[in-house]
């Protein structure tokens, strides 16, 4: 499955406030993200840990958690 990333993702103050509180669920829902994307808040680098399997919906997604990670904390 080819899993098309979206790259310009806004950090509103729901979202900011989700991560900043620990709330994977309504982190997925202020950043829109799919139910296969991995959270930004388990995420703990740019490449998944090997217990992801690779070419899977995760190891597509990870980098893109990563990056909103980075995005979130720069703007907490």
Excluded: C
């Excluded at 103050?13 to 620990?22: I, K, V, W």
């Excluded at 959270?39 to 597509?60: D, E, F, H, K, T």
Aim: glycine share 6%; no cysteine; proline share 11%.
């Amino acid at each position: 499955m080819h899993i098309k990333p979206h790259t310009h993702v806004a950090v509103s103050a729901a979202a900011l406030d989700a991560f900043e509180t620990g709330d994977q669920q309504a982190l997925h829902r202020a950043l829109s993200l799919s139910p296969w994307t991995p959270s930004p808040l388990i995420v703990n680098g740019p490449y998944p840990p090997a217990w992801v399997a690779p070419g899977g919906s995760w190891a597509q997604e990870w980098r893109r958690a990563w990056q909103l990670r980075q995005k979130l904390q720069k703007a907490a």
